[in-house]
Protein backbone atom coordinates (compact mmCIF):
# COMPACT_ATOMS: atom_id res chain seq x y z
CA UNK A 1 0.00 0.00 0.00
CA UNK A 2 1.38 3.27 -0.84
CA UNK A 3 1.86 5.75 1.65
CA UNK A 4 0.53 8.71 0.02
CA UNK A 5 -2.07 8.46 -2.67
CA UNK A 6 -3.39 10.37 -4.82
CA UNK A 7 -5.54 10.07 -8.27
CA UNK A 8 -2.82 10.98 -11.15
CA UNK A 9 -5.60 12.31 -13.39
CA UNK A 10 -5.54 14.47 -15.58
CA UNK A 11 -8.39 15.98 -13.84
CA UNK A 12 -10.02 18.83 -16.23
CA UNK A 13 -11.84 21.92 -15.49
CA UNK A 14 -13.12 24.83 -17.33
CA UNK A 15 -11.81 27.97 -16.68
CA UNK A 16 -13.75 29.29 -13.10
CA UNK A 17 -14.63 26.46 -11.92
CA UNK A 18 -13.90 25.00 -8.53
CA UNK A 19 -10.85 22.30 -8.71
CA UNK A 20 -10.85 19.69 -5.79
CA UNK A 21 -8.08 17.76 -5.45
CA UNK A 22 -7.70 14.76 -3.21
CA UNK A 23 -4.92 12.62 -1.14
CA UNK A 24 -5.04 10.37 1.15
CA UNK A 25 -2.51 8.87 3.68
CA UNK A 26 -1.83 5.99 5.53
CA UNK A 27 0.84 6.57 8.94
CA UNK A 28 -1.70 7.98 11.82
CA UNK A 29 0.95 9.37 13.29
CA UNK A 30 1.40 12.26 10.71
CA UNK A 31 1.24 15.64 11.62
CA UNK A 32 1.86 18.24 9.23
CA UNK A 33 0.49 18.34 5.35
CA UNK A 34 1.49 20.18 2.66
CA UNK A 35 0.25 20.93 -1.34
CA UNK A 36 3.08 21.82 -3.36
CA UNK A 37 2.43 23.00 -7.22
CA UNK A 38 4.85 21.50 -10.12
CA UNK A 39 5.11 23.35 -13.32
CA UNK A 40 6.03 20.77 -16.17
CA UNK A 41 9.67 20.77 -16.12
CA UNK A 42 10.36 22.46 -12.95
CA UNK A 43 10.79 22.26 -9.08
CA UNK A 44 7.83 22.23 -7.21
CA UNK A 45 6.39 24.72 -5.22
CA UNK A 46 5.09 24.94 -1.62
CA UNK A 47 1.06 26.72 -2.05
CA UNK A 48 -0.46 25.11 1.09
CA UNK A 49 0.43 23.42 4.48
CA UNK A 50 -2.42 22.84 7.25
CA UNK A 51 -1.29 20.71 10.92
CA UNK A 52 -4.75 20.86 12.42
CA UNK A 53 -8.74 19.53 11.03
CA UNK A 54 -10.25 21.47 9.65
CA UNK A 55 -9.83 24.12 6.79
CA UNK A 56 -7.23 26.82 5.67
CA UNK A 57 -7.68 29.17 3.26
CA UNK A 58 -5.17 31.48 1.51
CA UNK A 59 -6.59 33.25 -1.29
CA UNK A 60 -8.28 30.78 -4.14
CA UNK A 61 -6.87 27.72 -2.44
CA UNK A 62 -8.41 26.05 0.32
CA UNK A 63 -6.82 23.16 2.30
CA UNK A 64 -9.02 20.35 4.26
CA UNK A 65 -7.90 18.08 6.94
CA UNK A 66 -9.54 14.96 8.57
CA UNK A 67 -7.40 13.49 10.42
CA UNK A 68 -9.64 10.80 11.48
CA UNK A 69 -10.29 9.67 7.71
CA UNK A 70 -6.59 9.82 6.24
CA UNK A 71 -7.74 12.35 4.20
CA UNK A 72 -6.24 15.36 2.57
CA UNK A 73 -7.85 17.73 0.01
CA UNK A 74 -7.13 20.81 -1.87
CA UNK A 75 -9.90 23.74 -3.39
CA UNK A 76 -8.64 25.80 -6.26
CA UNK A 77 -11.77 28.51 -6.80
CA UNK A 78 -11.84 30.39 -9.61
CA UNK A 79 -9.64 28.28 -11.52
CA UNK A 80 -7.27 29.68 -13.92
CA UNK A 81 -5.13 28.27 -17.10
CA UNK A 82 -1.99 29.27 -15.54
CA UNK A 83 -3.44 26.92 -12.38
CA UNK A 84 -2.37 24.29 -14.73
CA UNK A 85 0.54 22.02 -13.43
CA UNK A 86 1.04 18.42 -11.32
CA UNK A 87 -0.25 18.69 -7.46
CA UNK A 88 1.88 17.01 -5.05
CA UNK A 89 0.39 16.42 -1.27
CA UNK A 90 3.00 15.91 0.77
CA UNK A 91 2.88 14.24 4.43
CA UNK A 92 5.02 14.51 7.63
CA UNK A 93 5.37 13.11 11.41
CA UNK A 94 6.87 16.26 11.97
CA UNK A 95 10.31 17.86 13.13
CA UNK A 96 12.82 16.76 10.63
CA UNK A 97 11.27 13.79 9.89
CA UNK A 98 11.32 12.83 6.22
CA UNK A 99 8.37 13.94 3.65
CA UNK A 100 6.68 11.67 2.03
CA UNK A 101 4.96 12.69 -1.22
CA UNK A 102 2.15 11.15 -3.12
CA UNK A 103 2.38 10.49 -7.14
CA UNK A 104 0.84 13.95 -7.88
CA UNK A 105 -2.57 15.04 -9.96
CA UNK A 106 -2.30 16.61 -13.19
CA UNK A 107 -4.63 19.73 -13.09
CA UNK A 108 -5.94 20.92 -16.84
CA UNK A 109 -8.13 24.45 -16.39
CA UNK A 110 -9.36 24.68 -19.91
CA UNK A 111 -10.49 28.13 -21.36
CA UNK B 1 16.99 36.58 -1.29
CA UNK B 2 17.20 33.43 0.03
CA UNK B 3 16.94 30.20 -1.72
CA UNK B 4 18.17 27.26 -3.39
CA UNK B 5 20.67 26.74 -5.81
CA UNK B 6 21.40 23.85 -8.02
CA UNK B 7 23.99 23.60 -10.67
CA UNK B 8 24.36 22.17 -13.15
CA UNK B 9 21.06 22.46 -14.75
CA UNK B 10 21.46 20.02 -16.81
CA UNK B 11 24.06 16.99 -17.20
CA UNK B 12 25.45 14.53 -19.44
CA UNK B 13 27.29 11.47 -18.12
CA UNK B 14 28.90 8.29 -19.85
CA UNK B 15 28.32 4.93 -18.65
CA UNK B 16 30.72 4.44 -15.82
CA UNK B 17 31.28 7.87 -14.70
CA UNK B 18 30.67 9.21 -11.29
CA UNK B 19 28.83 12.65 -11.24
CA UNK B 20 28.41 15.21 -8.61
CA UNK B 21 25.71 17.76 -8.67
CA UNK B 22 25.76 20.84 -6.45
CA UNK B 23 23.59 21.99 -4.05
CA UNK B 24 24.00 25.72 -1.81
CA UNK B 25 21.77 26.93 0.47
CA UNK B 26 21.50 30.79 2.06
CA UNK B 27 18.82 30.43 3.87
CA UNK B 28 19.96 29.34 7.40
CA UNK B 29 18.14 26.13 7.29
CA UNK B 30 19.53 22.71 9.24
CA UNK B 31 18.23 20.25 7.13
CA UNK B 32 19.02 19.55 3.57
CA UNK B 33 17.52 16.28 1.26
CA UNK B 34 18.08 15.38 -1.91
CA UNK B 35 15.34 13.86 -4.08
CA UNK B 36 14.94 12.02 -7.09
CA UNK B 37 12.08 12.09 -9.36
CA UNK B 38 11.25 10.23 -12.39
CA UNK B 39 7.93 10.30 -14.38
CA UNK B 40 4.98 8.73 -13.02
CA UNK B 41 6.70 7.82 -9.88
CA UNK B 42 6.82 10.94 -7.90
CA UNK B 43 9.45 11.99 -5.14
CA UNK B 44 11.79 9.57 -3.95
CA UNK B 45 14.36 10.31 -1.27
CA UNK B 46 17.87 9.71 -1.61
CA UNK B 47 19.86 11.15 1.21
CA UNK B 48 19.00 13.66 4.24
CA UNK B 49 21.16 15.28 6.54
CA UNK B 50 19.32 17.18 9.22
CA UNK B 51 22.93 18.93 11.01
CA UNK B 52 26.60 19.38 9.53
CA UNK B 53 28.59 16.10 9.06
CA UNK B 54 25.98 13.81 9.46
CA UNK B 55 23.77 12.26 7.17
CA UNK B 56 21.46 9.33 6.78
CA UNK B 57 20.60 7.33 4.09
CA UNK B 58 16.67 7.62 2.37
CA UNK B 59 14.78 5.38 0.22
CA UNK B 60 16.94 4.89 -2.64
CA UNK B 61 20.37 5.58 -1.62
CA UNK B 62 22.51 2.71 -3.37
CA UNK B 63 24.66 4.17 -6.31
CA UNK B 64 24.68 7.42 -4.29
CA UNK B 65 26.84 9.29 -1.77
CA UNK B 66 26.44 12.86 -0.09
CA UNK B 67 28.72 15.19 2.11
CA UNK B 68 27.75 17.61 4.82
CA UNK B 69 31.10 19.66 5.56
CA UNK B 70 29.18 22.87 5.43
CA UNK B 71 25.88 23.96 6.74
CA UNK B 72 25.60 25.58 2.88
CA UNK B 73 26.55 22.55 1.03
CA UNK B 74 25.03 19.59 0.61
CA UNK B 75 26.53 17.89 -3.15
CA UNK B 76 25.04 14.64 -4.18
CA UNK B 77 27.60 12.44 -6.53
CA UNK B 78 26.12 9.84 -8.40
CA UNK B 79 28.26 6.84 -8.87
CA UNK B 80 28.92 4.31 -11.66
CA UNK B 81 27.14 1.71 -9.22
CA UNK B 82 23.59 3.65 -10.09
CA UNK B 83 22.21 1.23 -12.34
CA UNK B 84 19.45 4.07 -13.67
CA UNK B 85 20.90 7.66 -13.34
CA UNK B 86 18.90 9.55 -15.81
CA UNK B 87 16.09 11.60 -13.43
CA UNK B 88 15.57 14.61 -12.30
CA UNK B 89 17.09 15.40 -9.07
CA UNK B 90 15.57 17.77 -6.54
CA UNK B 91 17.59 19.31 -3.64
CA UNK B 92 15.55 20.66 -0.69
CA UNK B 93 16.14 22.49 2.35
CA UNK B 94 13.94 23.22 5.73
CA UNK B 95 13.94 25.04 8.85
CA UNK B 96 13.41 23.32 12.05
CA UNK B 97 9.73 22.91 12.65
CA UNK B 98 7.20 21.45 10.93
CA UNK B 99 7.67 23.19 7.42
CA UNK B 100 7.72 22.48 4.06
CA UNK B 101 10.21 22.30 2.00
CA UNK B 102 12.18 24.35 -0.13
CA UNK B 103 13.37 23.32 -3.32
CA UNK B 104 15.74 24.16 -5.76
CA UNK B 105 15.39 24.42 -9.60
CA UNK B 106 16.94 20.82 -10.10
CA UNK B 107 19.34 18.92 -11.94
CA UNK B 108 18.30 17.24 -15.25
CA UNK B 109 20.83 14.11 -15.28
CA UNK B 110 21.24 11.69 -18.27
CA UNK B 111 23.22 9.03 -19.37
CA UNK B 112 24.68 9.32 -22.64
Known amino acids: QKEVEQNSGPLSVPEGAIASLNCTYSDRVSQSFFWYRQYSGKSPELIMSIYSNGDKEDGRFTAQLNKASQYVSLLIRDSQPSDSATYLC???????????FGTGTKLQVIP | DGGITQSPKYLFRKEGQNVTLSCEQN?????MYWYRQDPGQGLRLIYYSQIVNDFQKGDIAEGYSVSREKKESFPLTVTSAQKNPTAFYLC???????????FGSGTRLTVV
Open chain 2, 27 to 31: LNHDA
Open chain 2, 92 to 102: ASRRQGSYGYT
Open chain 1, 90 to 100: AVSSGGYQKVT
